[in-house]
């Protein structure tokens, strides 16, 4: 066994573990959000702490890392749209993660176009493949006296738009057409590598003897 190095998070100074985790726990996936503030102005930012929180009724979370943008839009008009961040898209992806103004327009910024939601006020982004339009389902903040931390944001979806160019036979998504973008340690990305299948296996009792 090799030798191991133990830290004691208590040890640490503020935000010493952010880069141990976001090294450790990868890939992740990347929602990209887009939200419009109650002024009116279009967000859209990358978050890659993202999952499904729940199957039924269908929930997804994101966690806003101190309070951004997207953090205050969703606040105020409860609504905000899950965009699929693919691999061909990743320059845009990360352009919008620069820290422009709140007045700033991201996806105009990065050569973007703006489509029209369904259910949600919300733009969703043209050029993404898959959009999930949510409302706002709740959050649950992890802070100190101070206000720092993050903030695990849940949105129930109400809305799917899916491009059929990466449908599968099944009716469901390809993930290799999909080719999904996916975040890693430091300013490293990952891309999608060998997808396998491998089917639950039921529990047998074992035989009597």
């Not at 959000?33 to 930012?45: D, E, K, M, P, Q």
């Not at 499904?52 to 806003?64: D, G, I, L, M, N």
């Not at 839009?73 to 820290?99: H, K, Y």
Request: aromatic share 8%; hydrophobic share 40%; glycine share 6%.
């Amino acid at each position: 066994m090799s030798e191991r190095l133990e830290l004691d998070v208590a040890d640490l100074d503020r935000w010493a573990t952010y880069p141990w985790l976001t090294a450790v726990v990868v890939p992740r996936p990347i929602a990209w959000v887009s939200t419009r503030s109650a002024a009116g102005v279009t967000n859209l930012a990358p978050h890659s702490f993202f999952t499904v929180a729940s199957a039924e009724p269908p929930v997804v979370s994101f966690t806003s890392v101190r309070t951004k943008d997207s953090l205050t839009n969703i606040r105020e008009t409860g609504e905000f749209v899950v965009n699929f961040a693919p691999r061909t898209l990743a320059e845009q992806v990360n352009r919008t993660g620069t820290d422009f103004p709140p007045d700033v327009d991201e996806l105009a910024a990065a050569g973007l176009t703006a489509e029209s939601s369904r259910l949600v006020r919300p733009v969703r982004v043209a050029e993404s493949p898959v959009s999930l339009e949510c409302v706002l389902a709740g959050e649950h903040s992890f802070r100190d006296e101070r206000d720092h931390g993050s903030t695990v944001v849940f949105g129930r979806v109400v809305h799917l738009s899916v491009s059929r160019e990466v449908l599968a036979a099944d009716g469901l998504p390809d993930v290799r057409a999909l080719h999904p973008a996916s975040r890693l340690g430091r300013d490293q990305w990952g891309a999608l590598g060998e997808v396998f299948e491998l089917a639950r296996e039921p529990y047998h009792e074992p035989a009597e003897r």
